[in-house]
């Protein structure tokens, strides 16, 4: 059950970055094409790099959570989700609480944040199920493996 | 739950109906146990187990091998099924890497600064500023603006921006990125792409012919304080939105001719440009052409020798060299112009003054260093002037009148002595605070740093004069102001 709920959050999270985040009059902009702009937020340079690193490695972070889970490390599996949860929902929640900027020119799009961040909380209890129920396991079974 | 693999049993041990201790690493096994209701576990293969342990490989997938019952051969019936736990895995995973690869190409793509950076064709880029504009995309708008001209805008924007919060003209929650208060829409825009001029190599000035922007503009949502919001409210209406229309097609079969919005070429990328459009449409007013060939620039070895070089070249006269000391990135237009200012300046000579002297200080600005004066010695008509600057006092050597001192704080003192109480107590107070914020900071010029050679910028230096002017005003001194405006 963990394993669905975390999966169902780790897509939901993903998509959602690709919804829009940014608008600027009837232009909307989704987390990378905001990405794209880091040097006229003043972004430029290494943390500039680390921030687009650190985002841009949210989809390769949900498949190596997924592959872990697909191949049966389960608790690596689980940390992982745990991370990519904690990067999205830190990222996704300032923004989707600012919430949209009605009469701005430009402001924050809700979809993409308010998505992403449903999508985190997800991931973060599938990945606390899937960590919890392998340790519930491991205490129902002492003495480990023949 | 049911995982891939082994057999479709479930997967946490604990559930194990036969009591069986999972193998390890976790891989599923057929169960050994006899089947309740007494009937012989059969393996993958459908022949009974006969009790034998499962021999393949711990710990592994069995990638679909059967197991082979020792002592019994396969014998007629239906062919062994393959076990596909394993391919099942790596298909799950594989579409995984695919999947997830492409999504990460496809971000990675899309966050690239590069996918801003300019466009292929001149066409393009002018097309797309009117489209950003159009739509009201402010971001946009900076973010394919030529790279100097968007760097400019961005680094002063948010100074600014912060100036007004502090006097109290912008609410604190004014956010310079959040333009309020204004609405932008395009329809139908269009360029003719055949009358496109090119100037030079890096410059192209297409023909805007048709179309409509309408702007609708609303006071109200503009984040000033309440205060001034106060103040205004007679003068303007601020519960009425205000649409003009700029009829492009009326406008141009008025001029005769198109409108021209330039486009740059910088490192293989064409950019619109406000600075070379303001430019064009200058020379259209004035019915004058752009040079064929503008002057090179010629930059300083750093920052201090760059101010230097130009004050000792107004001096002199040599416009041409002026020029070429400015920015090629922010004032390329001005370079390319350059044989016509000249022109259209006619014969300049010598001021007949001479540097002597120049010493300088150097601090960082944003974009820039700022170069003020230290020491300035010019000899006019063979009379030698110094200027000497101790932190905020100044000392001047003038001949015939000896040695004069000023500091900052005794500003608003000779204000009010030469005034004779003829200029209002507030005022002078104003003055004698913005002028000492001057001389603390000291007067200067911005030189910026473009290909390894240093140049004087003179909209950098503006601004910075600029700041330096508002960082003398107090949030009281626009009270002072509203009161005049409501009398």
Known sequence: ?146 | MSYPGGGGGQWQPQNNPYGQQPQQGGYPQQPQQPQPGGYPQTGPQGFPQQGYPQTGPQGFPQQGFPQQPYGYAPMGGEPPKKKRTGLVITAVVAVLLLVGGAVTFFALKKSDPAANAGQDTPAVAAKNLIDQLGSGDVVGIMASLAPAEAALSKDYLDSMTKEMKRLEILKPDADPNKLSGVEFKSENIKFDEAKAEKINDHLTINKLVEGKITVTSDVSKVPLTDKLMDAIGDKVSLTKSETKTWDITAEVQKRGAPIGIATIKVKDKWYPSAFYTIANVALEEEKLKWPQQGFAPQGAGSAQDAAKQLVTAALDGDLKTVISLLPPDEAGVLQDLGPLLVEQAGKVGPTGAKLNALETDVKDVTGGKQVTVKKLSVTVEGDTVSITRDGDCYAAEVPGQGSQKLCADEITQLLQQQGGGKIPAQAVEIIGRVAASVMKTGVGVVSTEVGGKWYVSPVRSYYELALTLFRGFEPKDVDALIALIKK
């Open chain 1, 1 to 146: 059950m963990g394993a669905a709920i975390a999966a169902v959050g780790l897509i939901t999270s993903v998509t959602g970055t690709f919804l829009p985040w940014l608008k600027s009059g009837t232009t909307t902009r989704d987390s990378y094409e905001v990405l794209s702009l880091r040097d006229l937020a003043g972004l430029d340079g290494v943390a500039g790099g680390v921030v687009t690193a650190v985002w841009v490695g949210l989809t390769p972070l949900a498949m190596i959570a997924a592959v872990l889970y697909v191949v049966r490390f389960r608790r690596i599996a689980g940390c992982v989700g745990l991370l990519f949860g904690t990067i999205a929902g830190t990222v996704a929640l300032p923004a989707a609480v600012q919430g949209d900027s009605k009469g701005a020119l430009v402001g924050i799009s809700i979809a993409g944040p308010a998505v992403t961040l449903a999508g985190a909380v997800l991931t973060i209890v599938g990945a606390i199920t899937v960590l919890t129920s392998n340790r519930r396991s491991a205490v129902r079974t002492p003495g480990g493996n023949p």
